[in-house]
């Protein structure tokens, strides 16, 4: 069982960067393969980005280029930089993880991009 709690949202300006975290809980977090998604008002929920646990990533093809996953075992961390961000960015973020066939997801945090 893991708990997954993420940070980082908040207001930003069209251009502008965050960098949202996901504190995961409990142990045997560097073998878990993290994901992001993400969710608009009205939209239904889209898969962002994905790290596994030898570091290879994977994006959506909207977030290539801007959107960067990595992670810090040590603090049974993983991040979501996001550079350039517009509008259409503007979501509830959430981490995720499967272990067997559970889903587990954060609280979310949310991410509004407007001038």
């Known amino acids: 069982q893991v708990q997954l709690a993420e940070s980082g949202g908040g207001l930003v300006q069209p251009g502008g960067s965050l960098l949202l975290s996901c504190v995961g809980s409990?142990?045997?977090?560097?073998?878990?393969?993290m994901n992001w998604y993400r969710q608009a008002l009205g939209k239904q929920r889209e898969w962002v980005a994905r790290?596994?646990?030898?570091?290879?990533?994977n994006y959506t093809d909207s977030v290539k280029g801007r959107f960067t996953t990595f992670r810090d075992n040590s603090k049974n961390t993983v991040y979501l930089r996001m550079n350039n961000l517009n509008p259409e960015d503007t979501a509830v973020y959430y981490c995720?993880?499967?272990?067997?066939?559970?889903?587990?997801w954060g609280q979310g945090t949310q991410v509004t991009v407007s001038s």
């Open positions: 790290i596994n646990n030898g570091y290879r990533t």
């Open positions: 995720h993880t499967k272990i067997g066939n559970w889903d587990y």
């Open positions: 409990g142990r045997n977090f560097d073998v878990l393969q």
